[in-house]
C-alpha cells in the first residue's frame, strides 16, 4: 500500500468514493456499466512494481468479447468479463494456449 500512497501523492489524487453495489437482480450489463466506472486504485502502482501484470491485462482486453478486464484487489488476479459462457470458456482455452504457465479458468459471475 505504500506504492498505492507514493501514487496518490504524486499525482495529486484523492480518496474515491463508495464502491458501486449490484441490486441482487442488476443486469449483467449493468454491473459491467457500473464496474467500470470504479477503477482499481491499485492497479497503476501494482504495474509499476510487476510490469506482467500490464502484460495479462492487455491480453484480456485483446480477447474477442471481453467487455472489462481488471486486475483484482492489490494484483494476485486479474479477470476478463464477457457476455456469455461459451465466450468465457473460449477466451480460457485461447489463454491456456498461448501462455500455458498461467493458471486460466472461465467461470461464471453470480
Known amino acids: 500500500f ?3 500512497s507514493a501514487h496518490r ?5 484523492v480518496m474515491p468514493g463508495a464502491a458501486f453495489e449490484p441490486r441482487r437482480h442488476s443486469r449483467m450489463s449493468e454491473v459491467i456499466e457500473a ?3 470504479q477503477p482499481n486504485d491499485l492497479e497503476a502502482p501494482a504495474v509499476a512494481i510487476a510490469p506482467a501484470i500490464a502484460e495479462v491485462l492487455a491480453d484480456l482486453r485483446a480477447l474477442k468479447g471481453c467487455r472489462l478486464a481488471r486486475m483484482s ?3 494476485a ?3 476478463g468479463l464477457f457476455g456469455t459462457a461459451p465466450a468465457a470458456a473460449a477466451a480460457a482455452r485461447m489463454l491456456r494456449a498461448r501462455h500455458p504457465d498461467w493458471w486460466v479458468r472461465a467461470t461464471k459471475l453470480g
Open 9 to 13: 501523492k504524486q499525482n495529486h489524487e
Open 35 to 37: 464496474i467500470a466506472t
Open 73 to 75: 484487489g492489490s494484483g
Open 2 to 4: 505504500a506504492a498505492l
Open 77 to 79: 488476479t486479474c479477470f
